[in-house]
């Protein structure tokens, strides 16, 4: 068994401590006795419900637009192409709180593109749970984008090119050889995109509002309830670890086992 040298296994030790410690203060201060009258709560099983679909179609909606705008930016050059990349990544720095700002200012009824669904459609988005989804998949998408286009890069490029020899178009080529080529990649960056979707507060508050059984997530739920019933908020925020925990657990298995 080879063992790390002293300069790499203090500070690894110390990053693990840092980042287990709250998860541990979180089953130790956990009300266990009071945790399944609290699961039958119907507005706690509503905001679970809620994040995880919204969780689920955030992560599908990147999966349909990421993908293909992760293949762009890998594998063409066109002008702008640095300043594409710069603005798919800001909202990776972007403060959620700002994010939901700005999609108001897009979707809302007086936005940019809100303000002709209201005239024309008479459909506004905000405050509705497609205004969470949205949300929710435009702070996660980039997290989606950035992996697949790193595995894309990295991808041996002689397969592609075998296929484009045998006939191929590059629709045909990017289904059949570059896909199944960087999957192991697609479904990380998807594992990636749920979980930052699952735990979005910021965009999601500002856009979307807390209104129980329509936007109220479970992040939202931890907020409000941390305010007048802080057991609860305990109980809440261990629900929704655990959640975390076995569906990325369950993926990054998958993906690790991919070829």
Known sequence: MRRAPAPLFVPALVAVVFLTLPLLGLLVRAPWTGLPELLTDPLVREALRLSVVSAVLAT???????VPLAWVLA????????LVRALVTVPLVLPPVVGGVALLLAFGRRGIIGRYLDS???YTIPFTTTAVVLAETFV???FLVLTVEGAL???DRRFEEASATLGADRWTTFRRVTLPLVAPSVLAGAVLCWARALGEFGATITFAGNYPGTTQTMPLAVYLALESDPEAAIALSLVLLAVSVVILAALRDRVVRSP
Not at 60 to 66: D, K, N, Q, R, T
Not at 75 to 82: H, L, N, V
């Open 60 to 66: 599908a909606l990147s999966l349909v637009f990421g």
């Open 140 to 142: 996660a998408m980039p």
């Open 153 to 155: 890069r990295a991808a």
């Open 75 to 82: 594998r063409t050059e066109f002008p702008g192409k640095a």
């Open 120 to 122: 024309w459609f008479d």
